[in-house]
């Protein structure tokens, strides 16, 4: 996998796709930067609204950042995504996550 830097510098040449926004805004928040994964998470949902993996991704970095009420928007936009995909695992794993913030 590419690293940090090699992905950042491809945003800044242009590139720019769910994918690379996902896959940086998934780095970020390994490393608990949940402001700059959000920024990036959510330009992937909004490249690709059907990618449910970004809508999860984005729950759990807007958790981070105790955004809850955005958090429980993303994993119930996430979980209807994953649905109309027939993505059951995905499904299952943002309905948890959610519980867990009520």
Request: without cysteine.
């Amino acid at each position: 996998m590419m690293d940090q830097v090699n992905l950042e510098k491809m945003l800044e040449q242009g590139t720019d796709n769910a994918l690379l926004r996902y896959t940086l805004g998934t780095l970020f928040l390994k490393q608990k930067a949940y402001a700059q994964a959000v920024e990036h998470l959510t330009q992937a949902v909004t490249l690709d609204p059907q990618h449910s993996a970004s809508w999860k991704h984005l729950g759990k970095a807007l958790t981070g950042m105790e955004r809850i009420e955005e958090a429980v928007e993303s994993y119930q936009k996430g979980i209807e995504v994953a649905e109309a995909k027939g993505d059951i695992q995905a499904a299952k794993e943002m309905r948890v996550f959610l519980k867990r913030l009520e």
